[in-house]
Each structure stands twice: as structure tokens, then as C-alpha cells.
């Protein structure tokens, strides 16, 4: 029997790319009791029920905005577990609307972390971003800070049952506002030729697919506390580009605001406390409040001074393995 078979989910921001998926792949491979989806657009809402129609009897659409509490608790009510994907995520615009970002991602989890130990949740996961690590933006430090309050809830919980683990990984190759899209949009207006950043830059390649894999790992195995890293290919953006357009001439324009060279998941002081298990990561917190052990025996331990980033990692995609990966994800190349 699977961790979410006859289980309520709760979705937070379930409209957006990662909410859609996993609620489709929820109900059509698992047999969940019910799929809540929580989010505050109602035109997605609309249009969700509409390619999910034939679930609609386990299926459940909330008006909301983690902003706000008491709504919160309201749609907590008899859930199990809650993913939550809700954020606020655009570099740019978030630099110019700062407090808005620490309204949703900072508030908006503190809200998330009060209404689910009061409301008896099992479990939450968090997901978070490669941004979080050694932040340079704003949307980056909102997320490191939402990321140690969600371990630190467990402390939270005191004697409730309640347990809070985060997921963490980078872009998703494909989705809405990656740099894949929008070389496709270049290509097929007739450009001949790509931007590019910094032609160091690298990046790791996740799917959506692969993304949920870590989550529903993490809602089996999370004891409360860790932060899940998924093992991934890293590929240089040139690479990409020439994926995309062998002909096209690459120009380097500099990097932009916010952005980094590469990405980091883990850093040396992350690697004090954590254990590589085979296919991922898992970094545990210093502190075990509960003194219940949570590390799983199974795992073992990375060596001091371990770096988990793009540039460094030992898995790469090179152009024919990008090109291979892009007709998997249905792009036409």
C-alpha cells in the first residue's frame, strides 16, 4: 500500500505546473481517499477541473492564499498531508516588491506550520529551491528562511504528531519561465542567434516527473526535519543552446540581477550533517529535538568539505544526451 492510498492531500499553490502533475499522477496511480487543491486564481481553478474532470469525485478545489490564516485552518480540516508549493518565485519582480515575497513565502509558511500542527496534519513537504542555498536574490533568502522554519517546526510540535520535511531542487527543465521555451520561441521567430548569460554557466536538469518521485519519497520516508536532494545531471547552458540550434551563434550578455554562475545544493556546512543514499541526499537537522533518531541507518555519511553543485558534479549531459532529453519532454527540436 502506497503512503498516499486513502489519504486526504492537500495541495498548496495546486494550480501551478508542479500542482497539476502531481495531483494528476495522484489520482490516476494511486488510490488517495482525496485531492485538495488550494490556490487563490480561480481561472486556473476553472480550467483544472475541466482536464481533471473524470476525478472530480476525489478531487476538491479551495479558494485561498496561504497568507491567510484562517482560511488555512479551514482547508486543513481532515487533511493528512500537505505539499506545499505555494510561492511567490520571479527574481526579478520580487526585488522590486520585496515585501509581497516575505508575505507569501515567509508569513504564508509560518501560517502553513501553525494551521497544520493544530489541525493535526501528519505530514508536510516543502518545496524549496537550489536559490535557497548561499542566497544572492530576494525570492533566495525568503526561501532559506521558510526552509529552517519548516525544519524548525518540528520543534514546533511539540507532543502533536505532525512532522515537516523539505524537497530541494533547481529549475524544472521545460517549465513555465526556464531558459528552454524560450530559446524555442527564438528559434521558431527565425533568430539565429542565442543569448546567453555567461558561457561558464551551468545548471542541473530535473524533470517534473522526477520532482514528484522526491516528493512522494519524501512523504513516505520523512521522520521530520530533513531536507531531500535529489541526484541529477548538471549540463552547461552553451550545451543547451546548441541542443536547440546547432547554426545559432551564442552571445554572451552578461548576468543578470540575482543570478548565479552555478547552481548549489548543498554546501560544505550543509555536508556536517549529510547522508547520500544511493539516488539522493538527505540533510539532517543539527539538532534532533525529539531525540527519536532520525537518520536512517541505511545512508552514508559524505565526506567533510562535500559540495553538492552544477560544476562540480560527476553526471553530466553533454549536446546529443540534451537533445535526447528535450524530444522526451515532447519539445520539437
Known amino acids: 500500500m502506497s503512503s498516499v492510498d486513502g489519504r486526504v492531500i492537500l495541495i498548496t499553490g495546486g494550480t501551478g505546473s508542479f500542482g497539476k502533475k502531481f495531483a494528476k499522477r495522484i489520482l490516476e496511480n494511486y488510490n488517495p481517499k482525496k485531492v485538495i487543491i488550494y490556490s487563490r486564481d480561480e481561472y486556473k481553478q476553472y480550467w483544472m477541473q475541466q482536464e481533471l474532470k473524470k476525478h472530480i ?25 500537505v505539499v506545499h508549493a505555494a510561492a511567490l518565485k520571479q527574481v526579478p519582480l520580487l526585488e522590486y516588491n520585496p515585501i509581497e515575497a516575505v508575505k507569501t513565502n515567509i508569513y504564508g509558511a509560518e501560517n502553513i506550520i501553525n494551521a497544520a500542527i493544530d489541525m493535526g496534519v501528519e505530514k508536510v513537504i516543502a518545496l524549496s529551491t537550489d536559490k535557497a542555498v548561499n542566497p544572492v536574490n530576494l525570492y533566495g533568502a ?3 528562511v521558510a526552509d529552517k522554519l519548516f525544519v524548525a517546526a518540528n520543534a514546533y510540535a511539540g507532543g502533536k504528531k505532525t512532522r515537516f520535511a523539505v524537497v530541494r531542487y533547481g529549475n524544472v527543465a521545460g517549465s513555465r519561465g526556464s531558459v ?34 522526491m516528493v512522494l519519497k519524501a512523504i513516505r520516508d520523512a521522520r521530520g ?33 540575482g543570478e548565479k554562475i552555478h547552481e548549489v545544493m548543498i554546501t560544505e556546512e550543509d555536508a556536517r550533517t549529510t547522508y547520500d543514499y544511493g539516488s ?11 531525540g527519536e533518531g532520525i537518520v536512517d541507518e541505511t ?26 532529453k528535450l524530444q522526451e519532454l515532447g519539445f520539437t527540436l
Open 57 to 81: 469525485p476525489k478531487l476538491r478545489f479551495f479558494l485561498g492564499d496561504v497568507r491567510d490564516r484562517e482560511r488555512l485552518y479551514r482547508a486543513f480540516d481532515g487533511v493528512d498531508i
Open 142 to 144: 525568503t526561501k532559506l
Open 180 to 213: 528552454i521555451p524560450y530559446f524555442l520561441k527564438l528559434v521558431r521567430e527565425g533568430k539565429r542567434e542565442l543569448p546567453i548569460t555567461d558561457f561558464r554557466m551551468t545548471r542541473f536538469w530535473i524533470t517534473l516527473d522526477e520532482g514528484i518521485d
Open 225 to 257: 526535519g530533513e531536507i531531500f536532494v535529489p541526484k541529477i545531471p548538471s549540463f552547461k547552458v552553451t550545451d543547451l543552446a546548441r541542443a536547440i540550434c546547432p547554426d545559432c551563434k551564442l552571445v554572451e550578455i552578461g548576468v543578470r540581477p
Open 280 to 290: 539522493y541526499y538527505v540533510i539532517y537537522p543539527v539538532i534532533d529535538w525529539k
Open 299 to 324: 545512508g552514508r555519511k559524505v565526506p567533510d568539505g562535500f559540495r553538492y553543485s552544477s560544476d562540480s558534479n560527476s553526471w553530466w549531459l553533454y549536446v546529443g544526451d540534451l537533445r535526447g
